[in-house]
């Protein structure tokens, strides 16, 4: 499995491993389309290669080889499980399964993506068995901020943060994977080395039914630097161009991550999104509190069905509340 502008996280899993010390639960959490599940794909290898070496699993047996491919009977997927979305019935249904001896390794591995989707009471259902698993269990979690995760789990995992991927490492991967390199030089320079992004992207080049990721992402820095001019006619027009409501909630999707970085950039912290000179100035126009009212109106445009009937009515909603 090649991993991209991990390398360093990947040092120190594979130091772990080499010493038998790899830990029974992990989470990984970091920035949507950082590589959380890339790495913990990879520490399933970790955990079900025979042959683990100082560059990490060997990547060639069959474990290695069947984790690569999705398909290693002891890798269970519990999100997946659960129907692609977290519920207490299907969660406890996966959960039966921790009594089931592994199959053909010599643990079984379950990975609980997104773990910031579950409720608090699914996460209180898991605490008994990861304090006191079996021998034969191994556990690994995803998520994106760990502040959303109870201390009571905190406690019983060993975290590592995935940082992001640099735009050269992108590229390399883009065109790894068969993607034309002035493409993909385009593309990580535009999503700031977010492979996931990206991928997304140029699924649609070839698709002319749905608008380029690419498109989208420029519409929301359009609105956004309209923003920071306090000009709330460009970024109307700019938000209510949109072909359809599913469109303009991707727009409002990536806008929301500029002005939370304007946020972080307020409040002295960096910027992680795409769009981080429109992010600045927004926070050089607006003081902590209107920032903080721009997010409250995007959740509150997102969450309200009555504004997809829409999407001019929803943009000049939007910017009557911010301006």
């Known amino acids: 499995m090649k991993l991209y502008g991990k390398d360093s996280l990947k040092r120190r899993l594979d130091d772990i491993a080499k010493c038998g010390r790899l830990p029974h639960a992990v989470m990984f959490s970091g920035t949507p389309g950082c590589g959380r599940k890339i790495m913990a794909r990879y520490t399933a290898q970790l955990f079900l290669c025979g042959n683990v070496g100082d560059n990490g699993p060997c990547g060639e047996c069959a474990a290695c080889r069947n984790v690569e491919h999705d398909n290693h009977p002891d890798v269970i997927f519990v999100k997946r499980e659960c129907g692609g979305k977290y519920a207490m019935e299907p969660l406890r249904a996966a959960l039966r399964g921790t009594v089931i001896k592994p199959i053909s390794g010599s643990v079984r591995v379950y990975i609980f993506e997104d773990c910031g989707d579950m409720e608090t009471l699914h996460l209180n259902t898991l605490l008994k068995v990861i304090e006191e698993p079996p021998e034969h269990l191994r556990f690994i979690f995803t998520c994106e901020n760990t502040s959303v995760i109870p201390e009571t789990v905190m406690s019983r995992v060993t975290a590592f943060?995935?940082?992001?991927?640099?735009?050269?490492?992108?590229?390399?991967?883009?065109?790894?994977?068969?993607?034309?390199?002035?493409?993909?030089?385009?593309?990580?320079?535009?999503?700031?080395?977010?492979?996931?992004?990206?991928?997304?992207?140029?699924?649609?080049?070839?698709?002319?039914?749905?608008?380029?990721?690419?498109?989208?992402?420029?519409?929301?820095?359009?609105?956004?630097?309209?923003?920071?001019?306090?000009?709330?006619?460009?970024?109307?027009?700019?938000?209510?161009?949109?072909?359809?409501?599913?469109?303009?909630?991707?727009?409002?999707?990536?806008?929301?991550?500029?002005?939370?970085?304007?946020?972080?950039?307020?409040?002295?912290?960096?910027?992680?999104?795409?769009?981080?000179?429109?992010?600045?100035?927004?926070?050089?126009?607006?003081?902590?509190?209107?920032?903080?009212?721009?997010?409250?109106?995007?959740?509150?445009?997102?969450?309200?069905?009555?504004?997809?009937?829409?999407?001019?009515?929803?943009?000049?909603?939007?910017?009557?509340?911010?301006?």
């Open 161 to 323: 943060e995935v940082g992001a991927t640099s735009e050269e490492d992108c590229k390399r991967y883009l065109c790894d994977n068969g993607a034309e390199p002035s493409r993909a030089e385009e593309l990580s320079a535009a999503f700031s080395g977010n492979i996931e992004k990206c991928l997304k992207a140029l699924e649609q080049d070839d698709d002319d039914k749905k608008t380029d990721e690419l498109a989208l992402l420029k519409t929301a820095q359009a609105a956004a630097a309209a923003i920071g001019r306090r000009d709330g006619f460009s970024a109307a027009a700019a938000l209510s161009s949109q072909r359809g409501y599913s469109d303009l909630a991707e727009v409002m999707g990536y806008l929301a991550n500029i002005v939370r970085d304007a946020l972080a950039l307020k409040v002295g912290e960096p910027a992680e999104f795409f769009g981080k000179e429109e992010a600045r100035a927004i926070a050089a126009a607006f003081s902590q509190e209107e920032i903080v009212n721009m997010l409250n109106v995007l959740f509150e445009v997102e969450k309200n069905e009555i504004f997809n009937i829409s999407t001019s009515l929803t943009a000049a909603y939007f910017t009557s509340k911010i301006m």
